[in-house]
T-cell receptor, first 110, second 116 residues
């Protein structure tokens, strides 16, 4: 599975869009990009995943660059409840485990 | 709620005791995973099952750890002769294995183990 690199922490004003970047320059063609988040003392929560195309669901949007070497998770209107650690993971179609890095601590401030 | 459930949510034990945790996956999911998370770190993979078969085990899973999924439904993770270093959050996840495409894992709330 490809290694991912994320900033250690980010701040965002409540109500503004939060844009969380992730680099995965060694990603292979069959590896999906997954995003999870973890609020203190809870299990990781699945947010979204994508392969090549941009994706959107009720929680977030995922923008993947054309060369697939990086992606951005967008929370369109961040709330205080979005404060969490966000993990970007590249996992193959046949992958059997998720390899978590340190993630990005997102602090949403009022 | 039909998500992944884990019991107990918290367990405090004394060093040297045995503990067992249970995970109930999402009902139609045939894959079940165990992870461990220590303070300040991301979750680390321990093992996974496809139906009742245990297909992969991490080096983190010492011989004091054993996991079972006897009928391909719920799973148990047992730690024998607990050590203080076993103190962690133990997370369970499940996914649906289908031919082709991603196999999104959904996590339970975790069991927090404290070894005194």
């Amino acid at each position: 599975d490809a290694k991912t690199t994320q900033p250690t922490s980010m701040d965002c004003a409540e109500g503004r869009a939060a844009n969380l970047p992730c680099n995965h320059s060694t990603i292979s063609g069959n590896e999906y990009v997954y995003w999870y988040r973890q609020i203190h003392s809870q299990g990781p929560q699945y947010i979204i995943h994508g392969l090549k195309n941009n994706e959107t669901n009720e929680m977030a949007s995922l923008i993947i660059t054309e060369d697939r070497k990086s992606s951005t998770l967008i929370l369109p209107h961040a709330t205080l409840r979005d404060t969490a650690v966000y993990y970007c993971i590249a996992e193959g179609e046949y992958g059997n485990k998720l390899v978590f890095g340190a993630g990005t601590i997102l602090r949403v401030k009022s | 709620d039909t998500g992944v459930s884990q019991n107990p949510r918290h367990k405090i034990t004394k060093r040297g005791q045995n503990v067992t945790f249970r995970c109930d996956p999402i009902s139609e999911h045939n894959r079940l995973y165990w992870y461990r998370q220590t303070l300040g770190q991301g979750p680390e993979f321990l093992t996974y099952f496809q139906n009742e078969a245990q297909l992969e085990k991490s080096r983190l899973l010492s011989d004091r750890f054993s996991a079972e999924r006897p009928k391909g439904s719920f799973s148990t993770l047992e730690i024998q002769r607990t050590e203080q270093g076993d103190s962690a959050m133990y997370l369970c996840a499940s996914s649906l294995r289908a031919s082709g495409g991603p196999k999104t894992q959904y996590f339970g709330p975790g069991t927090r183990l404290t070894v005194l």
